[in-house]
């Protein structure tokens, strides 16, 4: 079972994500900002995180950037949930070092599919 790290300070947009996932077979760990997203990813070492953008302290893109530059984090895939939508926020969040880049609200249907997609790859 694929464990994937959730990092958003809406808990209510994790929970979403959380009960989405789970239902479709997948482990969960949660972060709410971009400080503790790299505690968790180093600590739990999941094999994806979904990242907001726009959080408290350190954004989205700083932290993917960090996880990226990190040799114990560098492998683990990042793809970028966030209600940010220009094409120029999805140009930055790859150069970052982002797999992908979803637009909040995300269906069902496209996150899961973009979850499998990013594990397969």
Known sequence: MSKILIVDDSPSYQTTMKQILEKNGFS???ATNGEEALETAKKDKPDLILMDVVMPG????QATRKLNQDPDTASIPVVIVSSKDQETDKIWGQRQGATAYLVKPVEEQELIATVKSVLTA
């Open 58 to 61: 350190m954004s989205g893109f």
């Open 28 to 30: 969960t760990v949660l």
